[in-house]
């Protein structure tokens, strides 16, 4: 880490005109890095190093929220919230003079901290409050590019114990009529929720494909939602219909090993859901609730022990 940052202070001076955007790249992964890492001596001298060159940017604020995003990780939430405070502080600057989704790096960094200042709430046992703040938080920024994220820490925080969300099952893709939700009731149902673009998801296959094999013959149901992006391979656009086929061949290739699946396409299922992390794991019992929801991949062993106390016994 040393090294990044002589090589980040040697070329700082030259981050202006055409460079700027590489340098921009530069700060939030540096950083992100460095604090992750645990350096967060190091991470504080580049934020320092970049803003007396650029000043306080979108770039800028979002490499500031991976250190409250560190100390959280850390169990540090009083650092967490600070820093989250200020991150807000740098937001709100910003969007006084321009609109939240007018480039991708400040929707992060207001993502990240609206996410900290929750589930640092939460840590602290305050999870009412955090609830609270999110829902406000949700209504208010509807429209916009983090609302999923936000559902993403609303569902955490509640989700788990209570009736799983309606699917919307009016368009499907790979030749499996979607069912609804309440059609499985009586049988778990593992809800896989992915993106043709995303590597983890593919990775995930080995897992679930397991799974399947298993305990599907005990009653697990399978369904793996997706969603429109509005581009295809290589980020190149396309029309709703365009990608629709383009996910059907992306699910035909990779996931064929899981056999016939019902797959919805709807950006709704995803905001209801709160996927601003693919894969997201949805795990519902026999009734219809909740049992685990989780952003994120999980092995095969940790899928299992949560799927088992769900099946038929016989």
Known sequence: MRNCVIVFVISIGAIFGAEAARGAETIVSLVHTA???????????????????QGITPEYIEALSWIGRAALSNGQTAAAEANAAEVRKLCDAQLAHRKLDAEPHLPTALGASIEVQAQA??????????VLLLRDELKHWQGTSIVTRIQKNVNLLTLEGKPAPVL?????????????????RGHPVLIFLWAHWCPDCKAEVDHLQKLM????PRGLVLIAPTQH???VAEGKDATPDVEARYIAEVFAKYYAGLGRVEVPLSEENFKRLGVSTTPTIVLVDRQGIVRLYNP????????????EPLLDRK
């Not at 919307?168 to 499985?184: C, R, Y």
């Not at 094999?213 to 599907?216: T, Y």
Request: charged share 25%.
């Open 213 to 216: 094999a298993m305990d599907g």
């Open 121 to 130: 709430l939460g840590k602290e046992g305050r999870r009412d409050e955090a």
């Open 229 to 231: 992006y509005g581009y």
């Open 296 to 307: 994120g991949a999980l092995s095969y062993e940790v899928l299992a022990a949560k799927v």
């Open 35 to 53: 604090a992750v890492d645990g350096h967060a001596a190091d991470a504080d001298r580049l934020l320092q190093l970049y803003r007396s060159s």
């Open 168 to 184: 919307d099952v009016t368009q499907g893709v790979g030749g499996v009529k979607p069912l609804p939700l309440a059609a499985h």
